[in-house]
């Protein structure tokens, strides 16, 4: 494994605080985890004890004086930078790239000949790519990925292996979708009648812009007319369902489990944590946060924070949780006063 100066660390995550030491590092590790030779961080006070004990040669902290000092009297070496956390990512892409073929096609790819390649393209074994597709320049399609006619997918996007992108689908540049994730498939769309269930055909497609990035076994649906939308650097978790018409703003996070119904709106920037359901046509505001399991059935205004089933605002959520374990003794309070009252 290759090694690296601190020295040539710091100078990559432009950190301006350094010690004088200068030890050789050869990777990367949590704080509990990491060897001599290894490199981790600690984002604040909280975890100032780990300093004490851990077994890394160097450590990347925050801008505080104290935790520098604790760093120092253990002849530990760091860089002190604004974020940590964010360093500490920079940090492990010195170390690890993630597995990338070389350009080049397949013999066993199936390629209808309409379709159009990028340079630098790769297409993995036993793709199937149908007609009127467009690649961009870069695209990295994995074995077993199958693109339905007239998809369209911007430059340097990575499909890992068993996705599937349905007719239509546009994908931006950067984009990055999870091995088992659906792009574009129907959205569940029935008409009741007297006979039954009316299949209403979904004639719309998905847009994925820049930078987007879907997780394994999601899915993302087209509406009946329209479009469902994901706009740039919106990251989905594993697991994760978008139904059809949804609207999704920029720069959101959605944790695994989390389910869409139709029609949702949501703004710029929202974490939706982890096993999160939204009801039909809901309107989540820019930067407001659901936790997770939250149940929300309607509108959440920009910058809230919802917790429980149905949502109502945090704090008063966890004043709840703080009296539900008490729920017992003071029924049985309340009958005692009620016997005596009687």
């Known amino acids: 494994m290759p090694t690296i100066n601190l020295s040539q ?11 004088a030491q200068d030890p050789e590092i050869s990777g990367v590790a949590a704080i509990d985890e990491a060897q001599p030779g290894q490199l981790s961080y600690i984002e604040g006070e909280t975890f100032a004890a780990q300093i004490a004990t851990t077994q890394a040669s160097a450590l990347i902290l925050p801008m505080n004086e104290a935790l520098q000092a604790a760093a120092d009297a253990r002849q530990l070496a760091w860089v002190s930078v604004p974020q940590p956390r964010l360093a500490f990512a920079q940090a492990i892409a010195l170390f690890y790239q993630p597995f990338k073929p070389a350009p080049g096609i397949h013999p066993s790819a199936v390629i209808d000949p309409s379709v159009q390649l ?162 039909n046509q809901v309107t989540i505001g820019d930067g407001a946060i659901a936790t997770a399991q939250t ?22 959520w966890l004043k709840i949780s703080a009296v539900y374990n008490r729920l017992p003794d003071m029924y049985q309070s309340l009958r005692e006063i009620r016997r005596q009252l009687k």
């Open 295 to 316: 149940g929300v059935h309607r509108d959440v205004e920009p910058g809230a924070i919802v917790s429980g089933y149905p949502a109502i605002p945090n704090r008063l």
């Open 9 to 19: 660390i710091a100078q990559h995550l432009q950190s301006q605080h350094t010690t």
């Open 118 to 279: 990028g340079e630098g393209v790769s297409i993995g074994a036993h793709v199937v790519i149908q007609a009127g597709v467009r690649l961009g320049d870069g695209v990295c399609i994995h074995p077993n990925v199958v693109v339905y006619p007239g998809v369209q997918i911007g430059d340097r996007s990575l499909l890992h292996a068993n996705c599937v992108i349905h007719e239509r689908t546009i994908l931006g540049t950067d984009c990055v979708i999870h091995s088992g994730a659906c792009i574009g498939a129907e959205g569940f769309g029935f008409v009741p009648t007297a006979e039954g269930w009316f299949k209403m055909e979904q004639s719309g497609q998905v847009v994925l812009e820049d930078g987007v990035e879907i997780g394994c076994n999601s899915a993302v649906d087209r509406p009946a007319v329209g479009e469902t939308r994901i706009r740039r650097h919106t990251k989905l978790d594993n697991l994760v369902h978008v139904a059809h018409g949804c609207q999704i703003g920029e720069a959101c996070a959605m944790a695994a489990q989390v389910g869409l119904a139709g029609g949702v709106k949501v703004g710029n920037r929202v974490i939706l944590a982890g096993q999160v359901g939204i009801a």
